[in-house]
């Protein structure tokens, strides 16, 4: 008897939801950086095939950066034309920088801004996403309305809010969380 192959595991999607800096210490160099240490550390640690970017500042930016920089596939989901029109000149560099890298880049809703193309957005990665890396400390709004849709979809939801409370302002010294397993008991766990 001729056994069949096993099952190629399916690949592994984290799409990423999160605050802006203005939740998460503000606009400042070392706050990028502390998000980008902590995107870094724990795309490490779930080995993602492949990780999609909403493209906001924040969290959506920093876990580009961190993908980038690990060599891991990124899509940048961008919710409509000129996403970055309103922001400072150097995040808008760096916002076409990232989308110079990505492996893939897609304008989810064409057309300027509407308020409903950043929930468009969410769906769509979610998707196509097979867990969801959150910066979220539990207020409503955008990264809500994108864990509640994860919820409805069946998809893991990592929440690294805890591990972000006690990381961002510890002095730069200190090491980053690798061995802290705060992150499996901040999971949220649908429904």
Same mark, same amino acid.
């Given at each position: 008897? &001729? %056994?069949? =192959?096993?099952?190629?595991?399916?690949?592994?999607?984290? #799409?990423?939801?999160? !605050?802006?800096? @203005?939740?998460?210490?503000?606009?400042?160099? +070392? $706050?990028?950086?502390?998000? $980008?240490?902590?995107? +870094?550390?724990?795309?490490?640690?779930?080995?993602?095939?492949? $990780?999609?970017?909403?493209?906001?500042?924040?969290? @959506?930016?920093?876990?580009?950066?961190?993908? &980038?920089?690990?060599?891991?596939?990124?899509?940048? #989901?961008? =919710?409509? *034309?000129?996403?970055?029109?309103?922001? +400072?000149? *150097?995040?808008?560099?760096?916002?076409?920088?990232?989308?110079?890298?990505?492996?893939? $880049?897609? &304008?989810?809703?064409?057309?300027?801004?509407?308020?409903?193309?950043?929930?468009?957005?969410?769906?769509?990665?979610? @998707?196509?996403?097979?867990?969801?890396?959150?910066?979220?400390?539990?207020?409503?709004?955008?990264?809500?309305?994108? &864990?509640?849709?994860?919820?409805?979809? !069946?998809? %893991?939801?990592?929440?690294?809010?805890?591990?972000?409370?006690?990381?961002a302002f510890v002095p730069a010294a200190a090491p980053a969380p690798a061995g802290d @397993?705060? *992150?499996? !008991?901040?999971?949220?766990? =649908?429904?």
């Open positions: 008897m &001729i %056994e069949s =192959p096993p099952a190629k595991p399916a690949r592994k999607v984290l #799409a990423g939801t999160g !605050h802006r800096p @203005d939740k998460l210490g503000g606009y400042g160099a +070392r $706050v990028s950086a502390r998000l $980008v240490d902590l995107a +870094r550390v724990v795309l490490v640690k779930h080995r993602p095939d492949e $990780v999609i970017s909403g493209m906001a500042l924040g969290w @959506d930016t920093a876990l580009a950066l961190a993908a &980038i920089e690990l060599g891991i596939p990124l899509t940048a #989901a961008v =919710p409509f *034309e000129g996403q970055e029109r309103k922001w +400072r000149p *150097e995040q808008q560099e760096q916002f076409r920088a990232i989308l110079a890298l990505a492996t893939t $880049v897609v &304008i989810v809703s064409p057309g300027g801004y509407a308020v409903w193309k950043m929930q468009t957005r969410n769906e769509w990665m979610v @998707d196509r996403a097979t867990g969801v890396l959150a910066l979220w400390n539990g207020s409503g709004g955008g990264t809500g309305n994108c &864990i509640e849709y994860a919820r409805t979809r !069946h998809v %893991e939801i990592v929440n690294l809010w805890a591990a972000w409370e006690r990381y @397993d705060s *992150e499996e !008991h901040a999971q949220i766990r =649908p429904a």
